[in-house]
């Protein structure tokens, strides 16, 4: 009788030790993806930020690059005016002299 007594009390104590077990390890499993997926987030956040600044500086970088496009095909225009207006000048100064 005392032998059954002690196979059960085992039993149940074997029992008791691995659902506490289980429980300590289900609620460290949980802890960590709930820390995994808190730091995915601020990732993604991080993540969002770095490409909408991304787009900001993409954008000034397409204005300034078409300001500048602009501005040599003006220089480029206003130089051959000038050279023509030059070369006119002196044409017309050669034929009066």
Known sequence: MDF???IGSASLITWW???VHW???AKAQAHAWRRDRAEMLARMSHMQDVA???RVHTA???KA???WSAGYKQGCS???RAM???QAGLMSQHDTE
Request: proline share 0%.
């Open 23 to 25: 429980r300590s390890r």
């Open 84 to 86: 023509a207006a030059l």
């Open 52 to 54: 909408s600044r991304a």
């Open 65 to 67: 690059t078409a300001e």
């Open 60 to 62: 000034q970088v397409t």
């Open 17 to 19: 030790w691995s659902a």
């Open 4 to 6: 059954v007594v002690l």
């Open 78 to 80: 206003d130089m051959i």
